[in-house]
């Protein structure tokens, strides 16, 4: 049996390289991506092409990607690996009704994200009316932890080792002018949210975008994710995020906390 802390690593004998490099041709796909040659998964995967291909062609085979001449893209079947961590957490609907109302209550998107690695995955959200990105934001959608109040939240659970391990393995990108790029700075920031209890990113990843976050625990105090507000700065200035959003958010928080055991 594997310990709950164990990860195995790609040179352990129990680990499973085929299993591995088929998740990774999935994730291959994305919204710049939707269809792909051969030669350009092989590519984006750093496999040969003939690995690639009998990775694309089992998937085919399975009924997870479709084959129209030389053109290889996902097929809905896919999503019935998003569907099983849907459907296995029982908390999704209480916590999608919780959104929806902090979304009739303020006018804003609303979301719950978990953190992945070096990425916040998107597990459940409320869409407002407003377009914040030019990307579209949906259940599933990851962003980098680093810049998004989300993540930060997230990042602000760790222990202090798991957060520096973290940190000295994190790959920093530029996507605007306020963007913290500088470790310790970012670190500083982090322990900073962990200490207040809520984290603002305030276009950090997107021109314009403003968000605020705080954690999601459920009545037995295990970590759930991170709820947050996500608006435009044009729009909402920080008074409105602390005197408004913030209260709204942390009353919701409670309100999960004492509705999923």
Same mark, same amino acid.
């Given at each position: 049996?594997?310990?709950?802390?164990?990860?195995?690593?790609?040179?352990?004998?129990?680990?499973?390289?085929?299993?591995?490099?088929?998740?990774?041709?999935?994730?291959?796909?994305?919204?710049?991506?939707?269809?792909?040659?051969?030669?350009?998964?092989?590519?984006?995967?750093?496999?040969?092409?003939?690995?690639?291909?009998?990775?694309?062609?089992?998937?085919?085979?399975?009924?997870?990607?479709?084959?129209?001449?030389?053109?290889?893209?996902?097929?809905?079947?896919?999503?019935?690996?998003?569907?099983?961590?849907?459907?296995?957490?029982?908390?999704?609907?209480? %916590?999608?009704?919780?959104?929806?109302?902090?979304?009739?209550?303020?006018?804003?998107?609303?979301?719950?994200?978990?953190?992945?690695?070096?990425?916040?995955?998107?597990?459940?959200?409320?869409?407002?009316?407003?377009?914040?990105?030019?990307?579209?934001?949906?259940?599933?959608?990851?962003?980098?932890?680093?810049?998004?109040?989300?993540?930060?939240?997230?990042?602000?659970?760790?222990?202090?080792? #798991?957060?520096?391990?973290?940190?000295?393995?994190?790959?920093?990108? #530029?996507?605007?002018?306020?963007?913290? %790029?500088? #470790?310790?700075?970012?670190?500083?920031?982090?322990?900073?949210?962990?200490?207040?209890?809520?984290?603002?990113?305030?276009?950090?990843?997107?021109?314009?975008?403003?968000?605020?976050?705080?954690?999601?625990?459920?009545?037995?105090?295990?970590?759930?994710?991170?709820?947050?507000?996500?608006?435009?700065?044009?729009? %909402?200035?920080?008074?409105?995020?602390?005197?408004?959003?913030?209260?709204?958010?942390?009353?919701?928080?409670?309100?999960?906390?004492?509705?999923?055991?």
């Amino acid at each position: 049996m594997i310990a709950e802390e164990e990860v195995l690593s790609p040179n352990d004998r129990d680990f499973v390289t085929a299993l591995a490099s088929g998740l990774e041709v999935i994730l291959a796909f994305d919204e710049a991506h939707p269809r792909m040659t051969l030669s350009e998964v092989a590519a984006r995967t750093n496999m040969n092409r003939a690995r690639a291909r009998r990775f694309l062609l089992t998937l085919h085979a399975l009924g997870y990607v479709r084959k129209q001449q030389r053109v290889f893209e996902l097929a809905p079947k896919v999503l019935q690996l998003g569907y099983a961590f849907l459907s296995s957490n029982n908390y999704r609907s209480v %916590i999608q009704q919780i959104l929806e109302d902090i979304t009739r209550q303020c006018g804003e998107s609303s979301s719950l994200g978990v953190l992945d690695g070096e990425e916040v995955t998107y597990v459940a959200r409320s869409s407002s009316r407003h377009r914040l990105m030019a990307i579209t934001l949906s259940v599933g959608t990851r962003l980098p932890a680093a810049h998004t109040s989300l993540g930060r939240v997230l990042l602000a659970q760790l222990p202090d080792e #798991k957060l520096d391990a973290w940190l000295e393995h994190a790959v920093l990108q #530029k996507h605007t002018d306020k963007t913290i %790029i500088d #470790k310790d700075e970012l670190k500083a920031c982090i322990l900073e949210v962990r200490r207040q209890g809520y984290a603002i990113a305030d276009q950090e990843l997107d021109s314009g975008l403003r968000s605020i976050a705080v954690p999601a625990f459920d009545a037995n105090g295990h970590l759930l994710g991170a709820i947050n507000i996500s608006t435009n700065a044009a729009r %909402i200035d920080h008074d409105t995020l602390m005197q408004e959003y913030l209260p709204l958010l942390q009353q919701k928080a409670r309100d999960i906390r004492t509705t999923i055991s």
